[in-house]
């Protein structure tokens, strides 16, 4: 559903990823993991049109979107979910919702609204609180339901859990496999708890100082001999 060809990308002048090629399968989680610095969060920013593109291209099912705007790719359902700012501290979690849905009208927006809901039924009780009053894991939950009103089906999720206590780091790696397996969605997870990332996804990459270290089945790396050296940053 993604791919990326050859792809050399970073901030204006400052070079941090080397020839990424990676594929994304439909319906399935990637997790992208590696040693801090290794571009995991700037392959996520180059997909969506957020960093310097040197070279290379991003494909989205077969057409080139390389050169596209980030709200471009956005109408084209991909949803990319940064770490922090991910949702509209100052308004309520209902107005967070009913804008994620202004392109369609009132009753299609009820709709999505109740559809994302129902995935993420404990926003419910916190829908006149603003959002900047919610815990973390909350907000993380309120980030991804307003990807769902928006009809993403690409999602992109930059360290979900991090900062979040066990119990809700638990909750949102719930969540993410029931957007796979309920909904269908295709999710790239960058995650910092690595072990846990590789247990709930398909496919892995690994990224040691901006090129790829591994590619194939996430069961593949976390079972390599050489596991906890490789995501350390140590290639032989």
């Known amino acids: 559903m993604l791919r990326t060809v050859k792809l050399n990308a970073g ?17 399935s989680i990637t997790a992208v993991v590696g040693p801090n610095g290794s571009g995991k969060s ?23 979107i390389t050169s596209f705007p980030p709200h471009k790719r956005t109408k084209l359902g991909i949803a990319y979910l940064p770490q922090t700012d991910n949702v509209f501290s100052n308004l309520t979690v209902d107005e967070n919702l009913r804008i994620a849905a202004y392109t369609v009208d009132k009753e299609e927006a009820k709709d999505r609204i109740d559809s994302a809901l129902d995935v993420f ?21 309120l980030a991804m339901a307003t990807a769902l009103v928006r009809k993403a089906n690409v999602l992109m999720l930059d360290e979900p859990t991090a900062q979040l206590s066990p119990k809700f780091a638990e909750m949102i790696f719930d ?3 029931k957007l796979r397996d309920d909904l269908k969605l295709t999710i790239l997870l960058v995650e910092q708890n690595v072990q846990r990332a590789l247990e709930i996804s398909d496919d892995a990459y690994l990224l040691v100082s901006g090129r790829v270290a591994f590619s194939g089945a996430s069961s593949e790396l976390l079972e390599h001999e050489k596991f906890e050296k490789l995501c350390m940053g140590i290639v032989d």
Do not use: C, W
């Not at 039924?121 to 939950?141: V, Y």
């Open 175 to 177: 969540r993410i496999l």
């Open 121 to 141: 039924p404990e926003l419910r009780e916190f829908m006149k609180r603003k959002a900047g009053t919610l815990s973390g894991g909350e907000r993380q939950m």
């Open 11 to 27: 901030y204006k002048e400052l070079h941090i990823l080397f020839d990424v090629d990676a594929e994304i399968r439909k319906n």
């Open 42 to 64: 700037t392959l996520l920013k180059s997909i969506f049109g957020l960093a310097t593109v040197h070279s290379g291209q991003v494909f989205l099912n077969g057409g080139e």
